[in-house]
C-alpha cells in the first residue's frame, strides 16, 4: 500500500459524498474516466473493492462502508497538516503557553479560549497552574507567553502587565474554630494565637515576600486547594479568593472572620503579564487584546 495517495482518498470520497461517479468527476472537474481509475487504482493498492458496480448505480461494498470513516479522518488529518503548516510559514506560534496563577478566577479564561480556538484552530492552548513566583517564572523563562497574575508578583518579577480583573481575599475559618465564636472584629493578640494558613512556593522570587501574613505561627502551603480543605477541616484560617469559598460560606462550612488590620474583603487586582509586546507572537497578541478588550477591573 505504500503507492496510496491522498488523491486517491479525495476521489474514494467525492464518489461517496456527491452520489454516482459522473457527478463526483464534475465535482472534481476531471473525465469520468480520469475517477473511475483512480477508484480501480486504489482498490487494487488496497485489495478490496470499495463500490459495488453490478447495479445501475454504484454503491458502498461491505468493506467500502467500513474504510470510509477512517478515509475522511485521513482527508481531514491531512487539511488541517496543511493549515498548520501554512500558519507556522506564516510565523504563527505552534502552540500558546499560558500560565494562570492558582488564585485566578478560572471561568473567565473559558470564553478566551473558546474565541481563541475560533480564531486560531491549528494552535492548541497549552495551559499551565502555579501559584506566587513559580507562575510568574514560567513567563520570565519563556515556558508560557502569557501569566494572568497578580499585579504585586508581575512587579516583582518586572513584567510588564495589562490589568484584566478584580477579585477579593475573603478571611475564613471553620465553624468549629475558636475564631468563629468571635463577633466583630478579632485583635491582633488574639490572631497570633492561633495559626494562619498562608500559600506560599518554592521560587527565590517570592521567598521572602508575604502579604497578608497576621498571625506569628503560620502554616505554608504551596497547593491552593490543599490549604482550602486545611481551613474546612479547622486546622487554620486564612484568606481565601472569595469565588473560591462562597458556596461554602453559604452553606455555613466555612465563617467570615474580621482580623484587625485587614479588610473583610480585600480587593486584588490581577491581569495578563508579558516580558514585552516584540516578544509575543500573533497567536499571543491577540490573545492579549482579547483579554485586554473584556477587561473587568474595579477602579
Partial sequence: ?????????????????????PKAAKSLRRAQSAVTYAIRKLEAEIGVPLFDRSAYRSVLTPAGRALLSRARRIAEEAGAFREQARGLASGLEAELSIVLDALYPMPQIFDALRAFTE?????PPRLHVASLGAAANLVTDGTCAIGLLPTNIAELAALKLTPTTTFHLCPVVS?????ASIQGIIEPHVLRQHVQLVLTDASTLTAAKDWGVLSSRTWRLADLGAKKSMLLAGLGWGNMPAHMVEDEIKDGRLTVIQPAGSDTLTPLVLGAAYI???SLGPAARWM????TSVASVAR
Fill in 119 to 123: 480564531h486560531f484552530p491549528t494552535v
Fill in 288 to 291: 492579549l487584546n482579547y483579554l
Fill in 276 to 278: 514585552s509586546e516584540h
Fill in 1 to 21: 500500500m505504500d503507492a496510496l495517495t491522498l488523491d486517491q482518498i479525495r476521489v474514494f470520497l467525492s464518489v461517496v459524498d456527491e452520489g454516482s461517479f
Fill in 175 to 179: 465553624p468549629s474554630h475558636p475564631l
